[in-house]
């Protein structure tokens, strides 16, 4: 089944210690994004990678790190995680040029 | 910078009525535009899009959706709501290939959808 896979779903954190969400997609797509969503904000745009080792910011990037080592995986990493990190986050990818991207389960985040 | 504004925070309406969530859009150049779904606990589900073409564009659960180049809108429509249509709808858009933000996908802040039996 084409898929984005994000792991955990939920996580519950102190502030200061680094985490990992992962993502990783099956379908081959060049382009992976992470958005978060926060109540009457809808979803911003953390980072997103045009292709392997190709990575650029968002609207949001502060406080975030991505890396595209291969194609099927996108891990955001939160080296110093803060309570206004606490959020609702998802991974997405596409195939460039062809419109229609597949979102992740979500993770959602709480930052304590 | 592109952006896309979804007017209304709510839209109420009755089972059977039909039904239309408005939104607007600034892109430099054509734009590619989405709309999606999301129910409680859920991730996101892609409805359609607007690539090129006929204005008119047919997505998934019979929604549909028209794209206005002259009032930069994309609203999306049904002509008959279901309760199970209740949930939270997002309008997006991205630059086609060649654009300055191509691959970046805009979301607007999102609109609930109330369908009342």
């Known amino acids: 089944e084409a898929q984005v896979t994000q792991n955990p779903r939920y996580l519950i954190t102190v502030t200061g210690k680094k985490l990992t969400v992962t993502c990783s997609q099956n379908m081959n797509h060049e382009y992976m994004s992470w958005y978060r969503q926060d109540p009457g904000l809808g979803l911003r745009q953390i980072y997103y990678s045009m292709n392997v080792e190709v990575t650029d910011k968002g609207d949001v990037p502060e406080g975030y790190k991505v890396s595209r080592k291969e194609k099927r995986n996108f891990p955001l990493i939160l080296e110093s995680p803060s309570p206004n990190q606490t959020s609702l986050y998802f991974c997405?990818?596409?195939?460039?040029?062809?419109?229609?991207?597949?979102f992740g389960s979500g993770t959602r985040l709480t930052v304590v | 910078a592109q952006s896309v504004a979804q007017p209304e925070d709510q839209v109420n309406v009755a089972e059977g009525n039909p039904l239309t969530v408005k939104c607007t859009y600034s892109?430099?150049?054509?734009?590619?535009l989405f709309w999606y779904v999301q129910y409680p606990n859920r991730g996101l589900q892609f409805l359609l899009k607007y690539i090129t073409g006929d204005n008119l564009v047919k997505g998934s659960y019979g929604f549909e959706a028209e794209f206005n180049k002259s009032q930069t809108s994309f609203h999306l429509k049904k002509p008959s709501a279901l309760v199970s249509d209740s949930a939270l709808y997002f309008c997006?858009?991205?630059?086609?290939?060649?654009?300055?933000?191509?691959?970046?996908?805009?979301f607007g802040q999102g609109t609930i959808l109330t369908v009342h039996p």
């Open positions: 997006a858009v991205s630059s086609p290939p060649g654009g300055t933000s191509y691959g970046k996908l805009t």
């Open positions: 997405a990818s596409s195939l460039l040029g062809a419109g229609g991207y597949t």
């Open positions: 892109v430099s150049g054509n734009p590619y």
